[in-house]
């Protein structure tokens, strides 16, 4: 019922959209947001490979920009922080609460709360978003939507963790507006939307160094296509708001984390085969990071988050006997972010841009996944609306004027 209401909404604002942008004084652009979403981003991971050099493009971001670590939900995961980044409500009321709701794989039809980009498309703000977590079936904006992660189509019926390509998706529309699809299928090719699921124990035993390295191929496949699409979208369709999204990251880092014999799991077989594997997700992410730094410009907002760190497991909290295997229960897992204490995980948030200031470390976890979303809304100068939790981060900002980041 709920994002019916939201997509009625929507049309009406859309056809408003030609009279509103007319009232608009050329010479003030409204700001530009590209928003990066990482899922499972690890600090611990990442802070060594931006000492060693390994990550240019993020030291970049970290000098001229504020950055630090992102307080996240109790029991966090993709679909349950995501969806509380785009309402800035808790899980309970936007309805997204894990993986599977009910038992069903967690769409958008279930979001009972309206997300970010339902505001800024009804604030007369053009929206792009592209392999975005939680999106499926996609929602009409003002622009253009490509689902991510939790799409479901073949060799991925369930939608959980594992990747159609785009002329293989089922049970719902993957782009919007769908002209898009074909321009996409014959400029980018016949992308995977998500990443790749990690293969299963008893295909592994035997095979292991085999297995893993042609794992971790295919996954540069998918970085690669993502990074061909972003580019493209970026090029072709420029929006006011982009919001883009990777997640290969957080799987490698699930079962190859680079952990040592005494941490639970060890297995000598999986775990030592590639212990780069993990950090390596992140080199190749400051890669795609770089083809995005290209078309930033002084207007130009860039906000990069994670919505959950990884840790390696500890057995003292381990009860449930399926605990160190993966969602699909088929996978050993050696690393984990679902504990019951997310400040044990916490994600991670990078953001630079016109007025924001430089070298900012913000300590502690006084910046939450709640407070991504009224930040957005006030850089375009649009009013916070009363069910959401969060604040506009103003410590980022120069100045606290509330409208200080607002260019109109
Ligand atoms: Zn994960």
């Known amino acids: 019922m709920v994002p019916r209401k939201f997509s009625l909404l929507l049309s009406v604002f859309l056809m408003a959209v ?8 050329p010479a003030k652009p409204k700001p530009r947001v590209i928003v990066l979403g990482v899922n499972g981003m690890e600090l611990d991971i990442i802070r060594p490979l931006l000492l060693k050099g390994q990550m240019p493009n993020l030291s ?32 309970e009321e936007h309805g997204v609460t894990g993986f599977l709701v009910g038992g069903i794989t967690a769409n958008t039809n279930m979001m009972k709360e309206e997300p970010v980009w339902s505001m800024l498309s009804k604030g007369g703000v053009t929206v792009g978003m592209a392999n975005v977590p939680a999106t499926f079936p996609v929602m009409p904006v003002n622009g253009y939507m490509i689902s991510g992660m939790l799409t479901r189509g073949k060799n ?21 507006p769908k002209s898009l699809q074909p321009e996409l299928l014959k400029n980018v090719g016949d992308f995977y939307i998500d990443c790749e699921r990690m293969p299963a124990a008893s295909d592994l035993k035997g095979h292991e160094t085999e297995l893993i390295n042609s794992w971790l191929d295919k996954v540069q496949v998918i970085r690669d296509q993502q990074t061909k699409l972003f580019d493209y979208l970026l090029t072709t369709h420029p929006t006011e708001f982009t919001f883009l999204a990777q997640s290969c990251e957080d799987r490698t880092g699930h079962w190859l984390y680079p952990i040592s014999p005494f941490n639970v799991g060890y ?27 290209k078309h930033m410009d002084d207007n130009t907002y860039l906000i990069i988050f994670s919505d959950h760190g990884i840790k390696p497991l500890r057995e003292f909290e381990e009860k449930d006997p399926h605990a160190h295997m993966d969602h699909e229960k088929t996978t050993p897992v050696i690393a984990k972010h679902d504990f019951a204490d997310g400040d044990d995980v916490p994600g991670s948030f990078f953001a630079m841009g016109p007025g924001i200031k430089h070298d900012l470390r913000l300590m502690g976890l006084g910046a939450s996944v709640y407070d991504v979303a009224p930040t957005i809304l006030h850089i375009y100068g649009i009013e916070q609306p009363k069910q959401m939790r969060g604040r506009v981060l103003t410590e980022i900002f120069e100045k606290t004027d509330s409208k200080v980041a607002a260019k109109q």
């Open 60 to 91: 970049k971001v970290i000098e001229n920009g504020a950055y630090g670590k992102l307080r996240t939900v109790s029991a966090p995961n993709c679909p349950r922080v995501y969806t509380t980044l785009f309402t800035s409500t808790n899980p």
């Open 18 to 25: 030609p009279s509103f942008a007319q009232q608009q004084t």
């Open 267 to 293: 297995n000598p077989s999986i775990n030592s085969v590639r212990q780069d594997a993990f950090p390596n997700q992140y080199i190749a992410f400051d890669k795609v990071l770089g083809s995005i730094l």
């Open 156 to 176: 991925c019926e369930d939608g959980v963790l594992c990747a159609p390509k785009l002329s293989e998706v089922m049970g719902g529309d993957a782009v919007y």
